[in-house]
């Protein structure tokens, strides 16, 4: 089995809750294994500390002239800056906050110039699958790497202006997408393409200016930033020529008499507003301050060495089968989804709870279309029915070995070789 790799030095930044007690049914305490990193991650110390430090001086935003209200001014509008240089924004590019990366998409959906087809494949996570207009849907491709020509064949035969959106990583087998290789293609064809970053965010560094993506979206709470807070970042001009997502106070310039007329801002604030949500924005921009000061690399490795763990432990379970769209060696961030034979991703993740204080999440993952596929695949590939659900593990920074060798244990009672 894979142990950890040594990294002598490595410093993981710390998260909160890492060593809750959990009272199971038959009365034994344990320590929390939270595997459901991908859903919702715990909360960095140094984002609740940068958020205390906050309450203090908590008051309005672009809207006060007092000492306090200046300093949430000042930390809302480099929390703006400092997101945008972690994923290394443009210098025009707008970033604009929002509820989360569903908001964030559903904005860009809202800002398309009429006529625009997106172009996507169809396993994406419903967030992305369902707010465009006219849609072009790509089926799966087979591998990866055959991604790019078949945008290029898509692109090739649309005469509409297009903008193609894709996840980075897959919330429902980690895998990575060639985001970089489908910007080039989208732009040689005249297209825009916007990146789904909800899963990649906290594990790979992004970079608007090396990929050349023109929007990337993400959530804070993923970003172990629970506080409400999610970006959408990218080009200025279809954002400042559409009109505001929300309609209200903080976007306007001037309102006439009664409110016929009403000139509305340029800028993030014509998508903002109402009162934003200085707490989240703060959260949001210290997490990216402790992981851009990280050893990305480094953590990176450790990550691998987890998940190779697990998919390897996985891999020796009779009747267990991992859920994946591309080759089993393909580069994956820390998500690993299964099924088990003849037990309901329900069964098995309430048998992970109940006995082994464990946290997974089952069922479809919000890409309903995406995880039957798979289930279908992997039903073949095993020569097994099964469930029509399936288990999520996902690993994040406060994941132990023992975590994963505690699920794996958990399985293994689940599995036909075990079962009486
Ligand atoms: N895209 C992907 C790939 C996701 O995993 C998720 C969340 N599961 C979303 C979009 C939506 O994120 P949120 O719920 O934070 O809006």
């Not at 959106?165 to 990575?176: C, F, L, P, W």
């Not at 009109?243 to 903080?250: N, T």
């Not at 989240?280 to 987890?306: P, S, W």
Request: proline letters at 6%; aromatic letters at 4%; one cysteine or more.
């Amino acid at each position: 089995m894979t142990t950890i790799a040594a990294v002598p030095d490595l410093f993981v930044p710390q998260v909160l809750g890492e060593h809750l007690p959990v009272r199971l049914p038959d009365g034994r305490e344990v320590g929390y294994a939270n595997l459901d990193y991908a859903a919702t991650a715990p909360c960095l110390a140094t984002v609740a500390a940068a958020v205390n430090d906050l309450l203090p001086w908590y008051a309005g935003v672009h809207r006060g002239v007092g000492e306090a209200s200046h300093r949430c001014t000042r930390a809302y509008e480099q929390a703006r800056a400092t997101v945008g240089d972690f994923v290394g924004a443009r210098p025009d590019d707008e970033v604009v906050f929002t509820r989360n990366t569903t908001d964030a998409l559903n904005l860009l959906a809202r800002a398309l110039p009429p006529g625009t087809v997106t172009v996507l494949w169809d396993g994406e996570h419903h967030a992305n699958l369902l707010p465009w207009g006219r849609t072009l849907r790509l089926p799966a491709p087979a591998s990866a790497e055959e991604a790019p020509a078949q945008l290029a064949a898509a692109l090739a035969r649309l005469s509409d202006p297009a903008l193609v959106t894709v996840t980075g990583a897959s919330n429902v087998t980690g895998e990575v997408w060639p985001v970089a290789e489908l910007a080039a293609v989208a732009h040689r064809h005249g297209a825009r393409i916007a990146l789904d970053a909800a899963q990649l965010a906290a594990h790979r560094p992004i970079s608007l200016r090396e990929s050349t993506v023109d929007y990337v979206a993400l959530s804070g709470h993923k970003m172990y930033a629970p506080f409400g807070c999610g970006v959408l970042i990218g080009r200025s001009d279809w954002l400042d020529e559409a009109p505001p997502y929300l309609a209200g106070g903080g976007a306007t310039a001037a309102v006439s008499e009664h409110g016929r007329r009403v000139r509305w801002h340029t800028g993030p604030a014509r998508h903002e507003a109402g009162t934003p949500n200085l707490l989240g924005a703060v959260a949001l921009a210290a997490a990216c301050t402790e992981l851009a000061g990280a050893d990305r690399a480094a953590l990176d490795r450790r990550e691998q060495a987890l998940v190779d763990r697990l998919r390897s432990g996985l891999s020796r379970l009779p009747g267990v089968a991992e859920l994946r769209q591309f080759t089993a060696g393909h580069d994956r961030v820390g998500i690993v989804s299964f099924a088990v034979t003849g037990v309901a991703g329900g069964d098995v993740s309430a048998h992970l709870a109940g006995r082994y204080g464990i946290g997974v999440r089952d069922g479809l993952f919000c890409a309903h279309p995406l995880v039957h596929r798979l289930l279908d695949e992997a039903s073949a590939r095993l020569e097994r029915p099964l469930g029509d659900t399936a288990v999520r593990a996902s690993i994040g920074l406060g994941t132990t070995t023992e975590h994963v060798d505690r699920l794996l244990t958990g399985l293994a009672d689940l599995t036909p070789a075990r079962r009486p």
